[in-house]
């Protein structure tokens, strides 16, 4: 099944380590994002690509970094630069940009411990 | 600044009766709104959009609707089901790169 793949669906994390979580779509989609859900504040984009070897800031990005060496592939590590790390994060991929849909992953709950 | 507001919070309508979600945004020149539905557990999942050149679209029993002079636009669920429990998420397109969602409405249907 076509779709996208988010692992792991929970992690935790002591303070002052480094987590990457993975996203994988085979979706064939040129544009992939991540963002943040919080409780009360909606989805907030922190990186987003659209296409390999390229990726832009979104408005959160600070103590966050991605890849985007596969068009597959769209990886974002935690790092421990980042203040309020425990949240819950989303992946995406579009076909035609923002301005048609995302598919979103099933997400990936990190608690900083 | 681009910001979308989302109104309300919370909404219990009984099953049957209608349910009715409005989100203003700051920016006239937004041209793409977008409506997700968000499961628990699950990422959310596109349910309807609309396009600044309509005024309303509709799709079965959830319809949208833009005013852009009034820069809001509101989202409509008639004959509400038990399936339709869930968190209702607006956007707006900012600058034809950035969607900017809403805070969320979390919608419970009343058996």
């Known amino acids: 099944d076509g779709g996208i793949t988010q692992s792991p669906k929970y992690l935790f994390r002591k303070e002052g380590q480094n987590v990457t979580l993975s996203c994988e779509q085979n979706?064939?989609?040129?544009?992939m994002y991540w963002y943040r859900q919080d409780p009360g504040q909606g989805l907030r984009l922190i990186y987003y690509s659209q296409i390999v070897n390229d990726f832009q800031k979104g408005d959160i990005a600070e103590g966050y970094s991605v890849s985007r060496e596969k068009k597959e592939s769209f990886p974002l590590t935690v790092t421990s630069a980042q203040k309020n790390p425990t949240a819950f994060y989303l992946c995406?991929?579009?076909?035609?940009?923002?301005?048609?849909?995302?598919?979103f992953g099933e997400g990936s709950r990190l608690t900083v411990l | 600044g681009e910001n979308v507001e989302q109104h309300p919070s919370t909404l219990s309508v009984q099953e049957g009766d209608s349910a009715v979600i409005k989100c203003t945004y700051s920016?006239?020149?937004?041209?793409?709104f977008p409506w997700y539905k968000q499961e628990l557990g699950k990422g959310p999942q596109l349910i309807i959009d609309?396009?600044?050149?309509?005024g309303e679209k509709k799709d079965q029993r959830i319809a949208v609707t833009l005013n852009k002079t009034a820069k809001h636009f509101s989202l409509h669920i008639t004959e509400t089901q038990p399936e339709d429990s869930a968190v209702y998420f607006c956007?707006?397109?900012?600058?034809?790169?950035?969607?900017?969602f809403g805070t969320g409405t979390r919608l419970t249907i009343i058996p």
């Open positions: 609309i396009r600044s050149n309509v």
């Open positions: 920016d006239s020149a937004s041209n793409y």
């Open positions: 995406a991929s579009s076909i035609l940009g923002v301005t048609g849909e995302l598919f």
């Open positions: 956007a707006a397109l900012f600058g034809n790169e950035k969607l900017t």
């Open positions: 979706l064939n989609h040129d544009a």
